[in-house]
């Protein structure tokens, strides 16, 4: 099956700064990619996702990037800010289907100010 | 709409007691989740449901059962809770097809068991 792997477990940053978080996946037949964002005492919820015929997909501040030979795909967050500080999550799945997506174990963010 | 919602929000269970955590979908997803979450462990699948009457084991559905009667609903149930069933619950919800494929997450069941 799928396994996911991401790095780093904690990131701290100064307000302002850019963080980056990466995961590499070891299904070459995985295809979808989202990125999660969970906030304290609340549910995971989609900030960014990135198919296997892109590279790279942009959202104001957010940014993801796949390499499918290496099999690893980044998040990037430029200009962060407090609001910023959460739990990412990174998944890999088989697009349709059942969609069973397998999680990595999570980057906790901190941004202070 | 008001999303996916779970109930209790948290609950202190002994050992060896049983529970239902519910969760709800407005949606009309047929697609339905549970999960766990340890720390640092990330999401742990327990259940998935395809839709009303079709349910199916995830990663760790030992110690856990579920039923599908309706499109919204979804509960997971612990007949004999264990400590190491102290975790947080999530259910989740998606509609079928790659069009849409965002998962919607409740805000969660906290759980002890002492």
């Known amino acids: 099956g799928e396994n996911v792997e991401q790095h780093p477990s904690t990131l701290s940053v100064q307000e302002g700064d850019s963080a980056v978080i990466k995961c590499t996946y070891s299904d070459s037949a995985s295809n979808y990619f989202p990125w999660y964002k969970q906030e304290l005492g609340k549910g995971p919820q989609l900030i960014i996702d990135?198919?296997?015929?892109?590279g790279e997909k942009k959202d104001q501040r957010i940014a993801v990037t796949l390499n499918k030979t290496a099999k690893h795909f980044s998040l990037h967050i430029t200009e962060t800010q407090p609001e910023d500080s959460a739990v990412y999550f990174c998944a890999a799945t088989l697009s349709g289907g059942s969609y069973i997506p397998t999680f990595g174990r999570g980057t906790s963010l901190i941004v202070h100010p | 709409n008001a999303g996916v919602t779970q109930t209790p929000k948290f609950r202190i269970l002994k050992i060896g007691q049983s529970m239902t955590l519910q969760c709800a979908q407005d949606?009309?997803?047929?697609?339905m989740y549970w999960y766990r979450q340890d720390p640092g462990m990330g999401l742990k699948l327990i259940y998935y449901s395809v839709g009303a009457g079709i349910t199916d084991k995830g990663e760790v559905p030992n110690g856990y059962n579920v039923s599908r009667s309706t499109t919204e609903d979804f509960p997971l149930r612990l007949e004999l809770a264990a400590p190491s069933q102290t975790s947080v619950y999530f259910c989740a919800s998606r509609h079928p097809g790659s069009a849409q494929e965002t998962q919607y997450f409740g805000p969660g069941t906290r759980l002890l068991v002492l």
């Open positions: 990135i198919r296997s015929n892109v």
């Open positions: 949606m009309n997803h047929n697609y």
